[in-house]
């Protein structure tokens, strides 16, 4: 997933190099990340601003597809998936209607879905603000999601740390990433303040506790080892390989067991994600919210407590009681 504008050659090459680390990591993510972002789309769709059930879906950033199943499950009509990584799309498979598609210029008419789900795709743009306009352009609605900021998990540095020794370093195009794309598009009040511009008019910021379903080693280890920034060293992480075992060992802890104090129950440590959900106009089906006085300040809060922005005050953040909630549906479903 990426955009090809904002920024000249820079933004150019980091969709370029991000492009081609996602289609050499195809290969490897259903039996590694997918597990946990088919995990995290699905709570990304229970929290959407308008049920899928009967409705077109565009799938942006879609990878393989995880979200838009997880649409298709909840009835939508219609699930289009666009992506550049052309090798992640094919394992999409036909029902989602797979499109490689630039989310800065989307080949779609104005209005053509009810809802757009981004679910961890946001970080991968260069230009935040033209891929929710297009967003906005083509869709009626979004949900998107990121990781929450400072979220992350030991695992993540101690597998990256576990390669170092057969010659894995990080690629330019990840710190890049890591350093300059993935913050804008953590950060609340910018990711706000860009949706409203964009024309969404409600907009509403979420964090929830999602549990990975990783539990042991061996998945903490899969679920790093085929992540699209280790692909330089995709040799050394194969099944048997040397760097396989050492990253193994070191998402346990190096000891029998170990794997449960990197977790936070059975069912695997629990992710905290943040989504934004937006609807151009009207309310939002299936939550409450705090409403805004015209002259921007608070109403009542609704039975839901979430922050985000009074619609057309982007600069006016409307604070929660909780810093942050599980979604109401990562909590009533395990599979969430």
């Given at each position: 997933?990426?955009?090809?504008?904002?920024?000249?050659?820079?933004?150019?090459?980091?969709?370029?190099?991000?492009?081609?680390?996602?289609?050499?990591?195809?290969?490897?993510?259903?039996?590694?990340?997918?597990?946990?972002?088919?995990?995290?789309?699905?709570?990304?769709?229970?929290a959407s601003p308008v049920p899928p059930a009967g409705r077109s879906v565009l799938d942006l950033g879609a990878g393989t597809g995880v979200a838009g199943r997880a649409a298709l499950a909840a009835g939508a009509r219609r699930v289009v998936a666009a992506d550049l990584a052309t090798g992640m799309l094919r394992r999409a498979g036909p029902a989602l209607h797979p499109v490689a598609?630039?989310?800065?210029?989307?080949?779609?008419?104005?209005?053509?879905?009810?809802l757009v789900l981004a679910a961890l795709s946001l970080s991968h743009l260069a230009d935040l603000a033209a891929g929710l306009g297009e967003a906005r352009r083509v869709g009626r609605a979004i949900a998107a999601s990121t990781f929450?900021?400072?979220?992350?998990?030991?695992?993540?540095?101690?597998?990256?740390e576990a390669l170092r020794p057969f010659g894995y370093r990080p690629p330019?195009?990840?710190?890049?990433?890591?350093?300059?794309?993935?913050?804008?598009?953590?950060?609340?009040?910018?990711?706000?303040?860009?949706?409203?511009?964009?024309?969404?008019?409600?907009?509403?910021?979420?964090?929830?506790?999602?549990?990975?379903?990783?539990?042991?080693?061996?998945?903490?280890a899969s679920w790093r080892l085929g992540m699209a920034n280790i692909a330089p060293v995709r040799e050394l992480a194969g099944p048997g390989a040397p760097g396989r075992a050492a990253a193994r060992g070191r998402a346990g802890g190096g000891r029998p067991g170990a794997?449960?104090?990197?977790?936070?129950?059975?069912?695997?440590?629990?992710?905290?994600?943040?989504?934004?959900?937006?609807?151009?106009?009207?309310?939002?089906?299936?939550?409450?919210t705090r409403r805004c006085r015209p002259d921007g300040r608070r109403r009542a809060p609704g039975r839901l407590e979430t922050s985000g922005t009074c619609p057309g005050r982007a600069d006016k953040?409307?604070?929660?009681?909780?810093?942050?909630?599980r979604w109401s549906a990562a909590r009533r479903s395990p599979s969430a």
């Open positions: 997933m990426g955009d090809a504008g904002g920024q000249g050659g820079a933004a150019a090459r980091l969709t370029t190099d991000l492009r081609a680390a996602y289609d050499a990591a195809a290969g490897q993510w259903s039996g590694g990340p997918e597990q946990l972002y088919a995990r995290l789309a699905g709570a990304l769709v229970a598609a630039d989310a800065a210029a989307l080949p779609f008419r104005d209005g053509s879905f009810d929450a900021p400072g979220w992350s998990h030991p695992a993540r540095a101690a597998v990256d330019a195009w990840y710190v890049r990433l890591k350093r300059e794309t993935e913050p804008r598009a953590e950060d609340p009040d910018l990711l706000a303040g860009l949706a409203a511009a964009a024309g969404f008019r409600r907009v509403r910021l979420r964090t929830a506790a999602v549990p990975t379903g990783l539990a042991t080693p061996a998945q903490l794997a449960g104090r990197l977790g936070d129950g059975a069912d695997g440590p629990l992710a905290r994600v943040r989504a934004i959900v937006a609807v151009a106009g009207g309310r939002a089906e299936g939550w409450a953040p409307m604070a929660s009681r909780q810093a942050s909630r």
